[in-house]
């Protein structure tokens, strides 16, 4: 069924049909209406949970992280120094290695105080070890939810499904809702492989050793550097896995096929554009502006940004002219987070292109279509010629 509605009703809605059994959330913006929308949904009884309001971010993911350790179906949702304030509970979560999914309305970070789009608050949480999905609209909103409660089981390692704020939060898209029985064929009741039981007591999360020692049956357990390295390793091998998710999705909805990066007049191309998230569809309509002028040139929107997929990421640069890395956020200090992490990628290609990086729309300052013009033809025009700094779109500086 077909209907328009705004961002965070599709991410709801993707909650509601995944049916989460416990809801967990502090009202921050532009995160609020997706959990007001799914309060009403457990108050008109449309879905069986148990929505707990709390009185901060940081205690949002410890209900979480309680209802998952028991073995229940569970969500969050948060933006900015709200996501900030989960930070030490965001490492447990995934240490304790639980099937969490947290929805994310991308929104800069104070001080100064914005509550405007950007993405530097997921961006900043990129190395706790969550999984990180990506949405350029609302149909990919609902679809990323379903598709990441049955990630983050498969892999046991917590998924955040990222929108940017305002942009989709806010605004109305028409989107297919999927049939309630079709979602629960493909995604069934799950039971972990470990829980709390009463009628099975058991300790979670004891303290570990600097080396590996005997569990309580006489088997060697692995210490905190083993628990790490096996964390890394799923990390990697949840790639495989969410292709194969993707795939299934696809077969049983009819969308998806594109799990890592989406490509959009790329096969010919010599210049990519490449961005996360919303910029990366409004880089689509500048892109057919520069096709007119017989510019060969696609865009590319990374949709899994951890782990990274950087097998997907050479395959679809290399052998180009130029990749020009738009972002919307900053690894401080150094240059763009997903810019350094294409270069790393395609470090040792035989056929790497030049790589240019642009900072724009911080805070919610505007893109304009005459902007993202402006730049792709500086980058187009001397691909070699640019350095590796990253260049700011939009600035008014005072001299």
């Not at 724009?360 to 300052?365: C, D, E, K, S, T």
Request: glycine residues 8%; proline residues 6%; charged residues 20%.
């Amino acid at each position: 069924m077909h209907i328009i509605e705004s961002g965070n009703v599709a991410a709801a809605t993707g909650v509601k049909l995944s049916r989460a059994q416990v809801i967990a959330a502090y009202p921050i913006t532009p995160q609020t209406p997706l959990t007001e929308k799914l309060s009403e949904f457990v108050e008109s009884g449309k879905l069986e949970a148990q929505y707990i309001p709390v009185e901060s971010e940081h205690s949002a993911m410890a209900v979480c992280i309680a209802a998952q350790t028991a073995g229940a179906r569970a969500f969050t949702a948060t933006s900015a120094n709200g996501l900030l304030y989960m930070n030490e509970q965001l490492h447990w979560a995934v240490g304790a290695r639980l099937p969490i999914v947290m929805c994310v309305a991308n929104r800069g970070i104070g001080a100064p105080w914005t509550v405007w789009n950007d993405q530097q608050d997921t961006i900043a949480q990129r190395d706790v070890g969550w999984i990180q999905i990506y949405c350029n609209d609302h149909q990919q909103i609902i679809d990323s939810v379903i598709k990441a409660f049955k990630l983050a089981q498969t892999v046991s390692i917590p998924v955040m499904v990222c929108y940017d704020g305002y942009l989709l939060s806010h605004t109305y898209m028409p989107f297919d809702q999927p049939e309630q029985g079709k979602v629960d064929a493909f995604l069934p009741p799950f039971t972990p492989k470990h829980f709390l039981d009463p009628q099975d007591p058991g300790n979670f999360n004891t303290v570990t050793l600097p080396d590996v020692r005997p569990g309580v049956d006489g088997n060697i357990q692995p210490g905190y550097i083993e628990i790490r390295h096996n964390l890394q390793e799923d990390l990697r091998a949840s790639l495989q896995a969410y292709e194969t998710i993707d795939k299934e999705f696809a077969k049983k909805f009819g969308r998806g096929g594109t799990p890592f990066v989406e490509e959009y007049r790329c096969d010919d191309a010599d210049f990519v554009a490449v961005a996360i998230g919303s910029l990366s569809y409004q880089l689509r309509d500048v892109i057919d502006i520069m096709r007119n002028d017989k510019v060969k040139i696609g865009v590319m929107g990374v949709q899994m940004y951890r782990p990274f997929p950087d097998q997907a990421i050479v395959k679809a640069l290399a052998g180009k002219k130029c990749a020009i890395v738009f972002e919307k956020a900053l690894s401080y200090g150094n240059q763009g987070a997903l810019y350094a992490d294409i270069k790393a990628a395609l470090y040792c290609s035989d056929k790497k292109p030049h790589i240019h990086n642009y900072i724009l729309g911080l805070g919610g300052r505007e893109i304009r279509t005459q902007h993202l013009l402006d730049a792709l033809a500086v980058s187009c025009a001397s691909p070699a010629k640019f350095g590796d700094s990253p260049r700011w779109i939009g600035l008014k500086l005072q001299e």
